[in-house]
């Protein structure tokens, strides 16, 4: 394999060809940089991992009243 010319970048999965031209390229539009900072790193696996323990409580507490209503005594 030869070495890539490092203004080329390819990204296998999402099928993308980035070509750029230098340091004063166009920046990300604003949500795209957010977006990337969010999702990504250490920070993104942080804000996944709180957002699941979230969800399972929310889904632990909705299960736990719904179930106290339908098989409450009358």
Known sequence: MQPQDSSIQYRRWEDE???????????????????RKLC?????ISLKVL??????????ILGYVTGY??????
Do not use: D, N
Request: net charge positive; aromatic share 12%.
């Open 17 to 35: 060809v980035r070509v750029a031209s230098g340091p004063g390229a166009e920046e990300a539009p604003g949500w795209k940089r957010v977006s």
């Open 40 to 44: 990504s790193g250490k920070l993104g």
């Open 51 to 60: 957002g699941g323990v979230v969800l399972f409580w929310a889904v632990f």
């Open 69 to 74: 209503y339908v098989h409450k005594c009358k």
